[in-house]
């Protein structure tokens, strides 16, 4: 790595890019005082065969953050083509070998204290650290938490707030505490939405049954990938509300996430689905899914941006 000595990656700050250790914010950063920002989280998948990354959906995660940018009322911010990159770059002058997350944040920074940003200026930074399996297991068991998933008129799940997230740290917590790997949250009227950090989707009958907006969940690219692999392999995908109860009856059950991926879940509180193994229709589409991402399908090749093999900015320390 020219001109530092460290193997930690480099982050993107404002779109410079800085060492690791020097990749820091001040105190007064209203985002940390107060959770204004948005985020992504967005996989490169490593080809040993090119010796290359490439990024999975990374104008759909760029689009969705100009978005939720917009939402939050950011106007000085990067478009979703610098983001995208700026998303690049974060790889391209890094030396990874192996799958990489990247999180790309634009957030409120530092300034005065007070709930309304006044003259703090809008940052943008983007880290990537290297990600295998989420949670490193084949089959997981959640629970049903009793924190009810944020409705859309008090933070909007859909548009990735760093402060609504305080919501699925809370389900993780309570369900990590009582010996679960995760959570399933249901929404202010009972019904099921997502989990901490995934969207969920189940299998009755040969159908995909997965929950729509008006169940206060994110916006997945995974579940949309899904939908699109589920179309593709003639499976048919209802969306549509769920209840509580459908989990346990469930003949299979899995979270999808980009940083989850396609996680089966063989039991919900301590109640088995199906043979608590990863069933059939869930096989299917983890395996489509697994040869999608990593360039193995040709019908989902322009999913995938390689990530440029030359760093093109210089190392600027702070
Ligand atoms: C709460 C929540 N739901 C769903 C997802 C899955 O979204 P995507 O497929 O866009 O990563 C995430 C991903 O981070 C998430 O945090």
Redesign the pocket.
């Known amino acids: 790595m020219a001109g530092d000595t460290s193997s930690s990656p480099r982050v993107i700050m404002d779109g410079k890019l800085v060492p690791w250790e020097r990749a820091t914010i001040h105190v007064s950063t209203h985002g940390f005082l107060y959770g204004t920002a948005v985020f992504e ?1 967005v996989r490169a998948y490593w080809n040993e065969k090119t010796r290359r990354l490439n990024v999975f959906e990374l104008d759909a995660h760029s689009k969705r953050l100009e978005r939720n940018a917009k939402m939050m009322g950011f106007s000085q911010t990067p478009d979703w083509k610098t983001l995208r990159e700026w998303q690049l770059y974060a790889l391209a002058c890094n030396e990874f070998n192996a799958d990489v997350y990247l999180r790309p944040v634009i957030y409120y920074g530092e300034g005065g204290i007070g709930i309304f940003p006044k003259t703090q200026a809008q940052r943008t930074l983007i880290m990537a650290v290297p990600m295998g399996s989420y949670f490193g297991k084949s089959t997981l068991a959640v629970k049903v938490s009793s924190w009810v998933r944020i409705p859309g008129n008090v933070i909007p ?1 859909l548009a ?1 707030v760093n402060g609504g997230y305080v919501n ?1 740290y809370l389900a993780a917590k309570e369900a990590r505490d009582a010996g679960f790997d995760d959570a399933i949250m249901l929404n202010r009227n009972g019904y099921v939405s ?6 969920v989707f189940l299998v009755k009958d040969g159908h995909l049954i997965t929950p729509g907006y008006s169940n206060d ?2 916006d ?4 949309n990938h899904v939908m699109r692999l589920a179309k593709d392999l003639k499976i048919p995908v209802d969306v549509r509300t769920i209840a509580r109860g459908e989990l346990y009856t469930a003949d299979e059950l899995f979270f ?4 989850v991926e396609i996680s089966p879940i063989g039991k919900v509180d301590h109640v088995t689905i199906g043979e608590g193994e990863p069933g059939p229709v869930t096989k299917q589409i983890q395996a489509r899914f697994q040869a999608s991402v990593r360039g193995h399908l040709p019908e989902y090749a322009n999913l995938l941006t390689p990530v440029p093999l030359e760093c093109p900015i210089p190392l600027t320390p702070l």
Do not use: D, Q
């Not at 999808?256 to 940083?259: A, L, P, S, V």
């Open positions: 989280g799940p990735k699925s997502e989990g901490s950090g995934a969207n969940i994110l997945g690219v995974t579940r999808c996430g980009t940083g």
